[in-house]
T-cell receptor, first 113, second 116 residues
Framework: GNSVTQMEGPVTLSEEAFLTINCTYTATGYPSLFWYVQYPGEGLQLLLKATKADDKGSNKGFEATYRKETTSFHLEKGSVQVSDSAVYFCALTLTGTASKLTFGTGTRLQVTL | DTEVTQTPKHLVMGMTNKKSLKCEQHMGHRAMYWYKQKAKKPPELMFVYSYEKLSINESVPSRFSPECPNSSLLNLHLHALQPEDSALYLC???????????????FGEGSRLTVL
């Protein structure tokens, strides 16, 4: 079956530190990959996506590269801010799965001054 | 307008009550979704409506009854719920489903439901 594995949280960083949140996947076909973010008290928002191998998604200083050889889609940011504190969900979907996203368990990021 | 609006934000109900959650979007999206999210867990898909027709029901108990009156509105009717149904209920929309599915969902802020 299809699944997404994320690193356990919480991840606690000081402001301006480098962020990596690991995500690996298992899929029966060629998935599209996503990072969604959920700020406290809010719904999820799409942060970035990649639809094929070697694509790089980027938004708001965050980046992730679709690595087919390692089945990974790690999220990175060079310098985090307190406002980046949130829960980050890695997700995948397959063509033909008709509107279904498979989410990882989420990784909570806490950024302190 | 890129918002999905959900009401109420908070709802407390007894196990014998009947209540409804409401969701509205004006982005012209033709697919709408209900998700359930428990604390510290990812969202779980409950229902998908595509072009106002129910296309996916993830084996949700019948005490949850979805309704899509038109392409902009989505309701979730609640009856005889159990305390374990307490959760954040998220509505989402997308431009399409099935052939138009891209994986991009627009979520509302959710309705936090407590069942006593």
């Amino acid at each position: 079956g299809n699944s997404v594995t994320q690193m356990e949280g919480p991840v606690t960083l000081s402001e301006e530190a480098f962020l990596t949140i690991n995500c690996t996947y298992t899929a029966t076909g060629y998935p599209s990959l996503f990072w969604y973010v959920q700020y406290p008290g809010e719904g999820l928002q799409l942060l970035l996506k990649a639809t094929k191998a070697d694509d790089k998604g980027s938004n708001k200083g965050f980046e992730a590269t679709y690595r087919k050889e390692t089945t990974s889609f790690h999220l990175e940011k060079g310098s985090v801010q307190v406002s980046d504190s949130a829960v980050y969900f890695c997700a995948l979907t397959l063509t033909g799965t008709a509107s279904k996203l498979t989410f990882g368990t989420g990784t909570r990021l806490q950024v302190t001054l | 307008d890129t918002e999905v609006t959900q009401t109420p934000k908070h709802l407390v109900m007894g196990m014998t009550n009947k209540k409804s959650l409401k969701c509205e979007q004006h982005m012209g999206h033709r697919a709408m979704y209900w998700y359930k999210q428990k604390a510290k867990k990812p969202p779980e898909l409950m229902f998908v409506y595509s072009y106002e027709k129910l296309s996916i029901n993830e084996s949700v108990p019948s005490r949850f009854s979805p309704e899509c009156p038109n392409s902009s509105l989505l309701n979730l009717h609640l009856h005889a719920l159990q305390p374990e149904d307490s959760a954040l209920y998220l509505c989402a929309s997308s431009q399409g489903a099935s052939g138009g599915w891209t994986g991009e969902l627009f979520f509302g802020e959710g309705s936090r439901l407590t069942v006593l």
